[in-house]
């Protein structure tokens, strides 16, 4: 993906938690319409249809819990280089405390920074909506909003 292509899509951080329910989305085994997670981020992979922002403590967060819940090192390599290849990554000046989770803040964080347009996770509590710019949604809520809801 070209850096100038990589910037017109929508500004995305993508939780954990959608990571690692969408990792299938990285195996041989990937079927659409199984896992929501899963095809938002064979969207991204494959189409390039957001662009994913990040930090260093986003990416860290990543590779500990896959590796915490063992993931196939080959898997979270092939994924975590492919994040780090075509992500944006966000410089965050100062912690932002808004999460009732304080290991969430680096995404609160990197949304505000990066200006994203969606936070996406499967934990919508952890990131209270009022002190978001952000929409929160869940991975079916961003294929809906982004017109990618009848993946086939």
Known sequence: ????QKRRGRRVVVDTSV?????SAFKGSFVPGKNRSADMLHEWAERGSFLWL???????????????????????????NLVKEEAEEVAVRETIKISPDPGDNCFCG???EGRADFLVTLNPRDFPQ?????????????LMKTGRAGLR
């Open 110 to 112: 990197c949304a505000e």
């Open 54 to 80: 990040v930090t260093a403590e986003i990416l860290e967060e990543y590779k500990e819990v896959m590796k915490r819940l063992n993931v196939r090192p080959t898997i979270a390599g092939r994924l975590v």
């Open 19 to 23: 990571v690692i329910s969408g990792i």
């Open 1 to 4: 993906m070209k850096q100038s």
């Open 130 to 142: 009022k002190k978001l710019s952000a929409k929160v949604v869940s991975p079916a809520g961003f």
